[in-house]
């Protein structure tokens, strides 16, 4: 290790180090996962203001979540000795693009004060604009172009740049009308939406040179982490913060190859989110001394195996054309990984070297060999749920704190299940990255309804629902069912009832108030008959919830679907709707900050960058994880990219990886078998332990089969169980199970087909 230098260099290896000292121009640090990329940028501001080379507010600073800002500042102020005052450009794309936005809002026709619209007010908006053009919206719906028009914004396109044979594909030809459209009454209402964060700050500064001179002089260093998973937005929005002010010519063009030939980086965003392969850095010219243009100093750190939000318009090309973007950039490869042990390290390399589409690159560690990564399958996902319960209170009693145990899913879906066995258990979680599952809004609201069945006293829940999906029932008739609820003293819901009998509403809010009490009316009915479950579903059905959600083409609305499916499902585990409605109140009365100590449940996504001593990895099953509707997708680039996240969570772990798989899911009422991920087979026998579940409450333990199918794990023995014990298991457990003799025809046929040899479940288990 380096000596010398101020204190926080040291301990910095070589590379790093040049990485860190390495101030004037372009730099890239490409590099694998836990090498420090994220450590090399903090210390290089560090560096930075130690040295004097800028002011705090001088430097430019992106990462990718709030969250990853706050670290960013609290290690800084370690370093430094001295809480950093005043950096205002460390934050995200977004948050740093609305800054910049606010303080010039006039010039991109808006008031310093703009509000910024959620998605509701984007549909709600969206709404009006398709009726005025006479669109109909069960063909169009609103959510469909709320979704296109934030993949517009995502690859940089304003209404007059989107491909016209796309824009027309959309609304009866009129898309690419609707899109400016809304764009114009967005300037009316005085609103941005998130997209136009980013993207009207990048006409700001196109239409605006002189303005943009300024940031470009006053961002003397601009440092950008998880830079494989910017989008063309964001590319466009760096690109022309670091040119250099008085940029010369087009001089790219004499640097690069024909084949690369947009000379300005505004051509790209009329390409969209075409791929150029093959840009490998090493396949860049070298920049052999000639005169380049100025260029600033920017510091990109990123690793194109772990990009993971191509679903969201990311560009791995964009880390792969670095050097061509900024000529004359150092590149910096760090080799060492300081995060995990090395049979964590072994499995994570050994799955990503799976796929085709990579720079490549080397990682080792210095560490100890450490634990084999582990992997379990249980019965099913409550018994996963339980085993892992297990573990961590294992783990709890050896000593480890709470906060250095996480579990990363695949599906937000998948959380519900912990939450309930941590709630039974007292086990302290919290949830990262997005709201705890019975909080979630597509959550809520069907709880809403079902709370209005159970108690029509219960106003909160009637008002949440009254007007979800949307049926014409606005505030204006939710306040006047407040005002006669008030004067008369009864619930919401018995004011409802009382005003459809008057004509103080309009025929059409009158009409469809009427619809939604006799609705009630009947589900009332119905759940004396049928049980919660069923209720549960006629419900989401009949009142056109799940409809609302199956038509929205937002990125997250099959999750929302997914999550409503879970719903369901939990509530098979209660008596009655009484009965779960109570434990609901019970989970939700926890207190959401989960105090001092506690496990961290996030899903994959939200867990880059992070990482934690103890790592569990649930649901390794083909259709899980993979995603089944990421491979339909999206085909083998979708299946590059599940595997990245495959890796990137194996790469979360420190000391412990622990990956489970279940053979049963019951999805939506109906058992389902599932097969172990194909990424099991895809891990290194020499660094992975198959075990026993610890949840399998003293059924044996369905822990090993299936293990023998993992081509190139040793065969998992005489541990699984007999077709008889399945049977009997599943029986146990409702009866809905479909048989042994089917279990074993979809495996065999299954083993069968895809790897071919017969190391499959089937054969084995004979
Ligand atoms: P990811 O790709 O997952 O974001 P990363 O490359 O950003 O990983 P860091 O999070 O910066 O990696 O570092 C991983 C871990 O290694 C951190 O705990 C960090 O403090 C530690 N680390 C990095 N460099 C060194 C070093 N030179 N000496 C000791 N520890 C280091
Ligand atoms: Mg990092």
Redesign the pocket.
């Known amino acids: 290790a380096a000596a010398g230098g101020p204190q926080y260099l040291s ?3 070589p590379e ?1 180090r040049e990485a860190v000292e390495t101030l004037d121009g372009p730099v890239l640090v490409l ?1 694998g ?7 090399v940028l903090t210390t290089r501001i560090a560096h930075i203001l130690s040295q004097g080379r800028a002011r705090p507010p001088e430097i430019l600073s992106v990462t990718f979540t709030n969250k990853a800002a706050r670290e960013m500042k609290l290690r800084l102020g370690q370093m430094l000795g001295q809480a950093v005052e005043g950096m205002p450009w460390l934050g995200t794309f977004h948050s740093i693009g609305g800054r910049i936005l606010r303080v010039h809002a006039e010039l991109v026709q808006l008031k310093s004060n703009f509000t910024v619209l959620d998605v509701d007010d984007q549909v709600r908006l969206l709404k009006q604009l398709l009726q005025a053009e006479g669109i109909d919206d069960k063909r169009w719906p609103a959510r469909m172009m709320a979704g296109l028009i934030d993949g517009w914004k995502n690859r940089g396109l304003m209404p007059s740049q989107v491909p016209a044979g796309e824009a027309a594909s959309f609304g009866n030809g009129k898309g690419g009308k609707i899109y400016a459209t809304y764009q114009e009454r967005l300037k009316i209402l005085n609103a941005a939406d998130f997209g136009d964060l980013l993207l009207e700050n990048i006409r700001l500064f196109r239409e605006n040179p002189d303005v943009l001179r300024g940031y470009q002089n006053r961002f003397k260093f601009i440092l950008v982490d998880e830079y494989q998973d910017t989008n063309v937005a964001q590319y466009l929005w760096l690109r022309l913060l670091s040119q250099a002010p008085s940029r010369p010519g087009l001089p790219l063009s004499a640097v690069i190859p024909g084949r690369l030939e947009e000379a300005n980086p505004e051509s790209r965003d009329q390409e969209g989110s075409s791929r150029e392969s093959g840009l490998a850095p090493d396949s860049a010219p070298r920049n052999d001394g000639s005169p380049q243009p100025p260029t600033r100093n920017i510091c990109c750190v990123g ?1 194109d195996d ?1 990009s993971i939000y191509g679903w969201r318009g990311a560009e791995v090309d964009n880390i792969l054309r670095f050097e061509h973007d900024f000529p004359g950039a150092k590149v910096i490869r760090l080799e060492r990984n ?2 995990s042990t090395g049979h964590i390290l072994a499995a994570a390399s050994h799955l990503i070297a799976h796929n085709e589409g990579r720079l490549g690159k080397t990682l080792r560690t210095e560490d100890v060999d450490g634990e084999k990564v582990t992997v379990t399958g249980s019965w099913d996902s409550e018994e996963e749920a339980r085993a892992i319960g297990e573990e961590i209170e294992e783990l709890q009693r050896a000593g480890e704190n709470l906060n250095d145990v996480a579990i990363l899913v695949r599906a937000s879906f998948q959380m519900r299940e912990f939450e309930d066995r941590f709630v039974t258990l007292g086990l302290s979680y919290r949830v990262i990255g997005g709201p705890r599952f019975y909080e979630r809004a597509e959550i809520r609201d069907a709880l809403a309804y079902l709370r209005t069945i159970n108690s029509p006293a219960d106003d909160l829940a009637f008002e949440r629902i009254v007007n979800v999906p949307k049926r014409g029932l606005g505030d204006a008739t939710v306040q006047m069912l407040h005002d006669h609820a008030r004067k008369r003293r009864i619930p919401l819901f018995e004011a409802a009832r009382a005003v459809v009998e008057t004509d103080e509403l309009k025929p059409k809010a009158r009409g469809s108030l009427r619809d939604l009490v006799m609705q009630f009316d009947r589900w009332r009915a119905q759940s004396e008959v049928t049980s919660h479950t069923e209720l549960a579903e006629i419900v989401l059905d009949e009142s056109g919830y799940t409809e609302m959600w199956q038509k929205d083409r937002s990125a997250d609305a099959a999750g929302r679907l997914e999550n409503l499916k879970e719903l369901v499902r939990s509530m098979e585990e209660f008596e009655n709707l009484q009965g779960f409605l109570e434990h609901i109140s019970l989970v939700m009365d926890r207190d959401g900050d989960a105090g001092d100590e506690a496990v961290s449940l996030m899903t994959l996504h939200s867990a880059k ?1 992070l ?1 934690f001593d103890n790592v569990f990895l649930p649901g390794w099953e083909e259709g899980l994880f993979p995603s089944q509707r990421t491979l339909d997708e999206q085909g083998r680039a979708g299946l590059e990219e599940e595997r990245r996240l495959a890796h990137v969570g194996l ?1 979360r772990a420190r000391r412990r990886a622990k990956i489970y798989f279940a053979t049963n899911r019951r999805i939506h009422g109906t058992w389902s078998t599932t097969i172990p991920s194909r990424f099991l087979d895809e891990l290194p026998a020499h660094n992975v332990e198959i075990t026993e579940s610890k949840g399998g409450s003293g059924w044996g333990g369905s822990g090993g089969y299936g293990a023998s199918r993992f081509d190139n794990l040793e065969s998992f023995g005489s541990s699984y169980s007999t077709p008889g014990w399945q049977r009997a298991q599943a029986n146990r457990r409702g009866g809905q199970n479909r048989g042994g003799s089917g279990f074993e025809e979809r495996q065999s046929s299954f083993s069968g087909s895809r790897s071919g040899t017969s190391g499959g479940f089937g054969q084995a288990r004979r």
Do not use: F
């Not at 996962?33 to 450590?39: D, H, L, W, Y």
């Open positions: 301990g910095l290896n790093q590099a996962a836990g090498t420090g990329k994220t450590r690793d772990q300081y995060r960058g990482e790469t």
